[in-house]
C-alpha cells in the first residue's frame, strides 16, 4: 500500500477526529486504498511519524505515499476544495 495515512485513535479532541473522518471517508468514497497506522497503539509510531514530517510536535493526521510527506489535514483540505487531491496523494 502506498498511502498512509497516521492517525489516533484515542483523542479528545473533537476537531482531529473530524479531520481524521474526512479523510478516510473521502479516500474511501474514491476507492483510493491506504493503510492507516495508529500513533496512539505505538509510541514508536508516533516518533516516526514526526520524524517524517519533520516537525517533533507534529499531530495526526499525517499523510503519506511511499514513505514521501504529502502534508497534514489543512494541506489535504485544500487540495480537495481545488480538486487537486490526486496531485495532493502524488498519485500523478
Known amino acids: 500500500m502506498s498511502i498512509i495515512i497516521y492517525y489516533s485513535s ?15 471517508q473521502y479516500l474511501d468514497s474514491k476507492k483510493i486504498k491506504y ?4 500513533i496512539s497503539a505505538s509510541n ?5 511519524m514526526r520524524r517524517k514530517t519533520g516537525n517533533p510536535s507534529a499531530l495526526p493526521p499525517q499523510v503519506f505515499n511511499k514513505g514521501v510527506y504529502c502534508g497534514d489535514y489543512s494541506k489535504f483540505s ?3 476544495e481545488d ?9 500523478k
Not at 35 to 38: M, T
Not at 44 to 48: H, I
Request: hydrophobic letters at 40%; charged letters at 40%; aromatic letters at 6%.
Open 83 to 91: 480538486e487537486k487531491v490526486e496531485e495532493f496523494l502524488k498519485l
Open 78 to 80: 485544500e487540495a480537495v
Open 10 to 24: 484515542v483523542s479528545g479532541s473533537r476537531d482531529l477526529k473530524q479531520q481524521q473522518s474526512a479523510i478516510f
Open 44 to 48: 514508536s509510531a508516533k516518533e516516526d
Open 35 to 38: 493503510e492507516a497506522v495508529d
